[in-house]
């Protein structure tokens, strides 16, 4: 491949760095990309599910991972690592991506990884074709394509320094700090670069000098190259081989800084952890003297450079190699942005008509547009168009909930509200206050505890012991009068529904295999409603195609009680309206129903 | 610097503590001690019998080699293997009692170059050991490009430089399993090695191998090494640790320590403190005083700039006028740059120009990535605010050259401070090239 980065490049951020990531997002809009360039971030710590990022004057949501495993998964196109783990952890973070596979650039900013580490991680990228940027290096920038985390630094400084669109060098540093010092001096000598890369100050980094000169000798973009080199290692002389075997054929301008190392024998650290030469051919003398000698334009100091660059440059224009560039358009970040305090991404009011997870309320109001509540709920619950079995499912649950009678400790609690005189809507929060564990809640629990078992290829008996061992009645096994001869016809209607409208219906075959254990211990330990609603639920949403995990999310978040709420909502206003009607007066338990024991409290 | 020298002393301890992991077939007495002092060699006979029990030998073990042609090897009194510990004891107060002078390298036995002077502060003393040339063997390992390379020779005790044909080298790419490199060095032991010995030589060999890599050891070297059946002596030791692995290797090595070298200014307390700083930050400060009296000062941003800042000093104005050599980056904080600014401060405004000109302090820095300047700014102006009255009293004049972002602020607020204080100070931008303040204020 010969270009490191497209305008289509996306990367996974590890670690949620949320400067990094915006200098990234606002350089995406300026240069106008379509798709962010991070497309998710995995902060193993945080326990958010995405991280808001400005794009522009608005906001857009990134979302957030524990591992990279899961990043990849939800973004396989993403084949940019950029890992911002510390020295402790990047070398890990590293292992675990190239195992993973799928990545071909893995960038890494932690100075200081143990030697050894970094050789085998960076031998292992190499026999597995990624190229990996770093260690120690503030990483690399495809201009007007991608951009990683601050190299460039800021969005005026880009702008400056012509880092927004390509120009036609390819420049490769150690240092970061020079790599925007040296953008600088390109956009003001030349037209700027088509592709650069800091190679990181590391001793061992992974892709060097030569890997990213002989990728930029096959990018049609780069028609000349800068490199900057140090004091120390032999790397320029890969270089000089290459230029040598004709491996190399566009002209290159460079560089080794370090002169001064020579002055002082031993003991003075100049720069980076790889700058130290341990031989005369590592000094910055002899690598610049060589370089000049295999053809390479060498000034004749750091402050000579721009005066070599604009020479070179001259020199490509007059023979027509480089050619003039027609600056584009820019898309300006404004000056004062604010951060929305509020999300919302189920419906939108701002338009001519509102909507319901884009769908005009119109759309799916009327009776002529086919739609039902089950599709609105559909929309607004779960931001997505279910299926006709699945919504017409959903109003099959929704009416079998609605009402069982005053008798149930919700619907008491309305109407001795309604009683005291109180509001359709006190009275009615009442009833739902109630639901909870003990009252609605084995929908929840029958979904949780069922799905666990079959998760977990528990045989009806082992998941008895199970529930046993967790000192738990099973949710959604047992009725009061109903039994197997004399069924629930409600549980009868959904499951008959199910078995004609349902793809399949696995949880709630595994819980009829359940039902043949408890009903031979007891007639009435039958599948019930509340357990039949939860376990259908579950094999709607995995019909649906929704991962384990989703499926576990929604159960956890309450989502199943939530289709109690709304149908037994319509159930409890028709007690408070009932009393309303009635205008019965306020209610007093009577007092031969309460057991009085009461002692005199003792002195402590 | 990742690599780092440790004392022969340090090396012996450490691979002490792991021989029967990496060398089950062999024992080792670990019979060595360090001390600084004759007295202090004595006081320890009480617990380490063997130095009164048996003759010793005692040498400096400061980092340098070639002690033996220096004349700082103590083996004999009268005839060889006959020292005593008091002998010793009085040896090592004579040598430290004055500077010494060192020659690092030799033609033969005549040295060569300048020699450095010191004092010698460490000394190694252990037991003499009785044995013959052809039971010493060499053995060494370290990184060479990108692989590990293994040194062996039949020759124990020589100068390697010189004897080069007789050690056989073996290199191991970093992905090499175990058994390969197992299989690698029993394929390659010296030839001359003695035929009882072969066995055992690979077997060591193999165990030091892999101690080197395990213990993330940079260079490791025994000259020689002596093997008596199983019974192996370490006579000298050169060991580098690769420091960036001590996060993982706090057990294994135990409490390190990294000596300056031989001849070699003592760290100042001011470096230290440095060190200190930067140990505890996530930001990168590093300091290297080279000539304090010397009339250029930088405090330069960035690791690469600094080189370049340094290479045009010694260019435009010479070597003998850079004080020091440093950097500071990676997003320092306020308080970091002003703790780095006023140490700077503070060394260089403890003595005038002997001839009387201005100092100059440069603070420079390329076009940061993701420094705010003004911050890392208003650090320095709080480092002036406290040595504005003793830089005046030098004479110094300040050249500012930054960019990145809020470098407008930062450059306008250190101009304001400057000129608040009294002091003389020019500012530019990332219009001027990254060194040119170096030509204007040598050649003001």
């Known amino acids: 491949m010969a270009q490191l980065f497209t305008k289509d490049t996306q990367a996974i951020f590890w670690n949620n760095n949320t400067s990094a990531i915006q200098r990234m997002l606002d350089y995406d809009f300026v240069i106008g990309r379509k798709t962010p360039s991070v497309a998710a971030i995995v902060a193993p710590t945080g326990d958010s599910k995405f991280q808001k990022f400005f794009w522009g004057g608005d906001e857009i949501m990134v979302p957030l991972y524990k591992s990279t495993p899961e990043a990849k998964k939800a973004f396989p196109n993403a084949d940019v690592l950029l890992n911002f783990g510390s020295f402790r952890t990047a070398y890990d973070v590293t292992m675990e991506a190239l195992d993973l596979g799928g990545f071909k650039t893995i960038m890494i900013t932690a100075e200081g990884i143990p030697e050894r580490l970094a050789r085998g991680m960076n031998a292992k990228a190499r026999n597995l074709g990624v190229t990996v940027i770093g260690p120690a290096t503030v990483g690399a920038i495809a201009p007007g394509a991608f951009k990683i985390a601050n190299i460039g630094g800021t969005i005026d400084n880009i702008i400056n320094s012509k880092l927004h669109r390509a120009g036609s060098c390819g420049l490769v540093t150690r240092s970061g700090g020079l790599f925007n010092e040296l953008s600088n001096i390109i956009a003001i000598n030349a037209d700027g670069i088509a592709e650069g890369v800091a190679i990181g100050g590391d001793r061992f980094v992974g892709s060097v000098f030569i890997d990213n000169l002989l990728r930029m000798q096959d990018n049609p973009e780069v028609k000349y190259m800068l490199l900057l080199g140090e004091v120390g290692g032999t790397e320029e002389y890969k270089v000089i081989d290459a230029i040598k075997e004709g491996k190399i054929t566009k002209p290159i301008i460079a560089w080794c800084i370090g002169t001064i190392a020579k002055y002082y024998s031993s003991g003075v650290q100049f720069g980076h952890a790889g700058a130290s030469a341990n031989a005369e051919r590592e000094t910055a003398e002899a690598k610049n003297k060589a370089m000049a000698e295999a053809g390479i334009y060498v000034p004749s100091s750091f402050n000579d450079l721009p005066n070599k660059i604009a020479e070179v440059y001259g020199k490509l224009k007059a023979e027509g190699v480089i050619t003039e560039i027609s600056e584009p358009v820019i898309n300006a970040i404004p000056s004062v942005r604010k951060s929305k305090n509020f999300i919302c991404t189920i419906s939108d009011d701002r338009g001519d008509e509102a909507t319901y997870a884009g769908f005009p309320i119109s759309s799916v109001a009327t009776p002529d547009t086919g739609k039902g509540i089950g599709d609105v709920i559909s929309l607004l619950w779960f931001k997505k168009q279910y299926p006709k079995w699945a919504t017409q499912f959903i109003e099959t649950v929704i009416k079998t909930v609605a009402d069982h009678g005053p008798a149930v400790s919700g619907a008491h609690n309305a109407k001795v509200t309604a009683r005291a005189g109180k509001s359709v809507v006190e009275s009615l929060v009442t009833g739902l206050l109630t639901i909870g564990p003990r009252f609605g809640g084995a929908i929840d629990g029958a979904a949780e505890h069922f799905k666990y078992a079959d998760d977990n290829n528990l045989s009806p008996a082992e998941f008895l012991n199970h529930m046993k061992k967790l000192g738990i009645p099973i949710p959604g096994i047992g009725h009061r009068i109903k039994s197997l001869r004399n069924p629930d016809l409600r549980v009868v209607g959904l499951k008959k529904y199910a078995a004609e409208h349902f793809p399949s219906t696995p949880l709630l075959d595994y819980a009829l295999t359940v039902e043949q254990l408890t009903t031979s211990k007891k007639d009435n330990l039958i599948l019930n409603v509340d357990g039949t609603i939860g376990i259908l639920m579950v094999d709607m949403w995995r019909a649906l195609g929704y991962s384990e995990e989703e499926i576990n999310e929604f159960i956890s978040s309450g989502t199943l009680n939530a289709f109690f709420i709304a149908g037994r909502t319509i159930g409890f206003i028709g007690h408070v309206l009932d009393e309303k009607r009635l205008a019965m007066p306020m209610y007093r338990h009577p007092m031969d129903d309460i057991l009085y024991q009461v002692d005199m409290a003792e002195e402590i | ?444």
Request: aromatic share 10%; charged share 30%; hydrophobic share 40%.
């Open chain 2, 1 to 444: 610097m990742a690599q780092k020298a440790i004392r022969e002393y340090d090396a012996k301890t450490i691979l002490a503590k792991h021989w029967d992991k990496y060398f089950p077939d062999f024992t080792y007495a670990y019979e060595t001690i360090m001390v600084q002092n004759g007295a202090e060699l004595k006081s320890a006979a009480s617990h380490k019998t063997w130095l009164a029990n048996k003759p010793l030998v005692a040498k400096p073990d400061m980092l340098f080699g070639k002690r033996g042609k220096n004349g700082l090897v103590l083996f004999r009194d009268n005839k060889p293997g006959d020292v005593s510990l008091d002998k010793a004891a009085s040896w090592i107060d004579e040598k430290s009692s004055s500077k010494q002078n060192v020659y690092f390298s030799f033609h033969g036995d005549t040295p060569e170059g300048e020699p450095k002077t010191d004092y010698l502060t460490h000394f190694i003393v252990e037991p003499f050991t009785p044995h013959e040339q052809a039971e010493e063997y060499y053995i060494s390992a370290t990184c060479v490009g990108d692989d590990d390379v293994l040194y062996m020779s039949a020759e124990g005790g020589m100068e390697v430089e010189e004897n080069w044909d007789k050690v056989t080298e073996v290199k191991f790419a970093i992905t090499e399993t175990e058994e390969e490199i197992e299989a690698k060095i029993r394929a390659n032991i010296p030839k001359d090695v003695a035929d009882k010995d072969k066995e055992g030589f690979a077997k060591f060999a193999i165990g030091f191998f892999k101690a080197y890599r395990e213990l993330n050891f940079a260079y490791l070297e025994i000259n020689p090494f002596v093997m008596q059946g199983n019974k192996i002596e370490l006579l000298d030791m050169v060991a580098k640790l690769d420091d960036t692995a001590g996060f993982m290797m706090t057990e294994q090595w135990g409490d390190i320590e990294y000596p300056t070298s031989f001849g070699m200014e003592e760290k100042s307390p001011e470096v230290m403190a440095i060190e200190e700083a930067d140990s505890k930050s996530g930001a990168s400060l590093k300091l290297t005083v080279l000539k304090p009296d010397a009339r250029i000062w930088t405090m330069v941003a960035g690791g690469g700039a600094s080189v370049v800042y340094a290479d045009t000093i010694a260019d435009l104005a010479g070597i003998e006028d850079l004080a020091n050599y440093g950097e500071y980056s990676g997003g320092p904080t306020t308080g970091e740059t002003q703790f780095y600014a006023e140490t700077l401060l503070d060394l260089m405004t403890r003595s005038k120009d002997p001839q009387g000109r201005n100092k100059v302090l440069i603070i420079g820095g390329a076009i940061a990535n993701f420094t705010d300047v003004a911050k890392t700014f208003t650090g320095i102006i709080l480092a002036f605010e406290k040595y504005a009255d003793k830089m005046k009293d030098v004479g110094v004049k300040i050249y500012v050259r930054r960019g990145g972002p809020n470098y407008e602020k930062g450059l306008k607020d250190i101009k304001e401070a400057a000129d608040r204080l009294g002091l003389w100070i020019d500012v530019y931008g990332p219009e001027t090239h990254v060194t040119d303040i170096v030509r204007m204020a040598v050649e003001a």
